[in-house]
């Protein structure tokens, strides 16, 4: 019998997931917001994840030997709360907080994972539960995933876990040693996203905005290094001006923001206008060259003695959703090989605290096969949905459903694509997907007006067969995850507009056969039907919703938006006719 280990996230309020490991194979993984249809889900605990899982690996409850959560208990002997109640000095009753009952929120959460597992009917007096720093987590869903057994740099980089923000470490034969770590307040990613929130966005989802407008701006207009105090080996950030509590944090229509009024005085007002107005196109721009200056540094640093021996860095934490970051950090002259695990957000500790409870019992990890780790659904399935929806829509089955898809893209139509297991993480790649025509400039004008209401500075993403991305891609790697971005030959730039950033960079995912064949297949077809094997891709769901994830999902997406065609499995749905008689 199997050791069967169950990962849960959800200890920092926000993004509960569940995985389960077979061993050491990692067999199912799903994020609550796509079953429940609530983006985030905060509040919220893994339940119906763990549910999924445990019933796609076809284990009993009471067959779960280990429970690994991504959040630990935190010595009062250790550096990380002495540093957050000497860091938070002005605001005493967080200080002392911190020193004597420091571990509230930990104990607090195991009593709702322990509330969780009786509703999932798994005996906790016969599991062992076993809690996991929440940057080892993170650390480790890089690390272990990755299927390096060698010396490996890592780097975390995240808001914060229980106290730490920022680990750097070292990976040889399956164990994770800490080098260097940072704690709260002193959060780099805290530091990106308090300008984005006086940016005017909404933190957890508006970092990617401020990114992708920041090459729009002139970093070195505004000089933004006053935030921190960064000397090469220690990093602080200004917390009279961001990373704020109490009394510091700047209030305005009731809400609390994560700078001060203080930043205001020195940078102008909270942005309402439009972001690409000065000076606030600047900032994005001075902000994301900040992000990575130190990132970079601290890298160097620290890792660079392990960096020397294998050039292998492996990096996951919320800021690994930066794309723009991951480019600055795999092109560090001792980095060579790069791995950022597709799931690099909170969701993804759920993998992390699974296989690090494994590695501790000397347990070898599985490399990551491909991020197709939810819920799929037969044709018979989504024809049932089809037949019982409110709307009635229209349907035919598919002898060639890639062929199908292609001929409708080649033309110029936007097609949603939904197909097997959904995807875990934050991208959509190729099986919860809508799809376009990136050559044609009317594409990315339909989609944003039509279906996703994106700024129309912003391109989208493409997936490219891998014969192709050999031609069109200025690199010798070839990402899968769309989690970095790549320099385009010269002379496509122009050719595919929709998916090219102004800085001549896409965020690519490469697809081979072996990872996803029916997706290849439709590529291999428009390869033969336009040219090129490339396609504009783009998540399947509408702006503030989780990815679909059933049919119905899918369905109230198609009747729901000026989307035209879904493909689900074998059969082509389209919105019902309307007659006169109607």
Known sequence: MALVTLGLSGAVGYDPSAAIFLDGELVAAAEEERLIRRKHAKGETPYHAAR???????????????????????????????????????????????????????????????????????????????????????????????????NTAILTIDSRGEYSTMLLARGSNGKIKKIKEFYDPDSLSGMYAAITDYLGYEILDGELKVMGLSPFGDPDRYDLSFLVDYSGKDFRVNNQLISTVGFRRYKAKSRGHYFSRKLLRMLGPRREGALVDDPYVHYA??????????????????????????????????????????????????????????????AGTAIGAASYALSQIGLQICPMKNVFLGPKYTKMQCI???????????????????????????????????????????????????????????????????????????????????????????????????QTTVAVKNKWRTKFPNVVYADG??????????????????????????????????????????????PEDALDMLVGSELDYLIMEDILVTKREVTDSW
């Open 505 to 550: 960079t896409v965020r690519p995912q490469v697809v081979t056969h072996d990872a996803n064949p029916r997706f290849y297949q439709l590529l291999k077809y428009l390869q033969e039907m336009t040219g090129h094997g490339i396609v504009l891709n783009t998540a399947l769901n509408r702006p503030g919703e989780a990815l679909a994830c059933a």
């Open 384 to 482: 049932s949905a089809c037949r019982s929806h409110r709307e009635k829509p229209q349907w035919e089955e598919l002898e060639d459903a890639p062929r199908r898809a292609a001929e409708l893209i080649a033309k110029g139509n936007v097609v949603a694509w939904f197909q097997g297991r959904m995807e875990f993480g934050p991208r959509a790649l190729g099986n919860r997907s809508i799809l376009g025509n990136p050559s044609l400039e009317e594409t990315s004008s339909m989609l944003n007006k039509r279906i996703k209401f994106r700024d129309q500075w912003r391109p989208y993403c493409p997936s490219l067969l891998d014969t192709f991305a050999k031609e069109f891609l200025d690199t010798e790697s070839l990402p899968q995850y769309m």
């Open 52 to 150: 999924f899982c445990m019933q796609y690996a076809q284990i009993n409850p009471r067959e779960v030997n280990l429970v690994a959560i991504p959040y630990a208990p935190i010595s009062i002997f250790k550096a990380a709360r002495w540093h957050y109640a000497r860091r938070h000095w002005y605001a005493p009753d967080r200080a002392l907080d911190a020193l004597l009952n420091g571990n509230r929120r930990f104990r607090r959460y195991l009593h709702d994972v322990k509330k969780l597992l009786d509703q999932l009917n798994i005996p906790t007096h016969k599991v062992k539960i076993i809690p996991v720093e929440h940057q080892l987590a993170h650390a480790s869903s890089a690390y272990h995933l990755s299927g390096w057994q060698d």
């Open 285 to 346: 721009a001075a902000i994301q060259k900040l992000y990575e200056d130190t990132a970079a540094g601290l890298v160097t640093q620290y890792l660079y003695p392990v960096l020397k021996e294998s050039g292998k860095l492996a990096f996951a934490g919320t800021s690994a959703i930066n794309i723009k970051l991951n480019n600055r950090l795999e092109s560090l002259p001792s980095v060579q090989e790069f791995y950022v695990h597709p799931a690099c957000g909170d």
